[in-house]
């Protein structure tokens, strides 16, 4: 399986110079300062398009997904989805926003309710929206399970959760996800909890599902061995920021900045002939969001920094080939 090259096509969400800061209380009175969780994220996504965001647990992936979820306010920036800011979405038209996003969770047994059957769970969603009758939501139900490949469909309409393997689990949250026709789907970690040989499966059916209905795809996840499958382009996001961008296999094949190197590096190696073999990867850990370190937040992992730039100046994104960005002041033009 292998994604097509982008084409030329409309901007459906655009993110520029986006923050989300969380206040921090004192004993739960005084201002203790902020978790810059999220911090100048920008880009775009195009109608039909995939793409990944790609990092290691607590560099602001989760909040990041939550805003454009329109579960997080923004502390700054914009947030725009077919011409609309976001920050300027009310009642309704918050609700249709959010009718319009389908979202795909990391752990398919916990996303579902254990005390409804397979039928109130995709059934809820559309008698919310406002789809009144029961025939013509019974047969949304039926076209969407017979989509995401649950057959058949009457023997799992009556079936609880806990009655259903991993992999039809994540089915039904996926079904879940399109049963409102989104026009967008943001799926956090979506093979991450299911055994190696349904992820494939479940990774070909949100491939399919993409290409059938045209939709744009935020697929997040800290495991670049499944991107490539999946995604047109990579963002690799490391303590609130985006530190690289590009198409999918050209970053695979050419990662420019250090830290995209270290993921790669610390990828599973499906070989067993390398099973004994330890790779290098950078010492430390990731920066406090609370206390990010000044200049480049890498910089004190990175065995290629340049002392008094890196650890003074905040790099911004070059572009060393086109459509390749990196925030790296290893790419900064003579």
Known sequence: MSFKVRQPAETLLSIRDL?????????GFGHAGYVKAVDGVSFDLDEGETVAVVGESGCGKSSLMKTILALNVPTSGGLVFEGKNLADLKGNDLRDYRFGIGYVQQDPYGALPPFMTVRQILEEPLIISGVKDKIERLERIHKTMSEVKLHPVDDFLQKFPHMLSGGQQQRVVI???????????????????LDASVRVEILKLLRALQEKHRLSVIYITHDLSTVKYFSARIFVMYAGSLVEKAETRRLLDNPLHPYTSALLAATSDPDARNADTFKEVPPGEPPSLVNPPKGCRFHPRCAKAITGLCDEKEPIDFEPEPGHFAACWLYQPE
Do not use: N
């Open 175 to 193: 079904a879940r996800a399109m049963i409102l026709d989104p026009k967008m789907i943001v799926a956090d970690e979506p093979v991450s909890m």
């Open 19 to 27: 923050r989300v800061w969380y206040e921090l209380r004192r004993f």
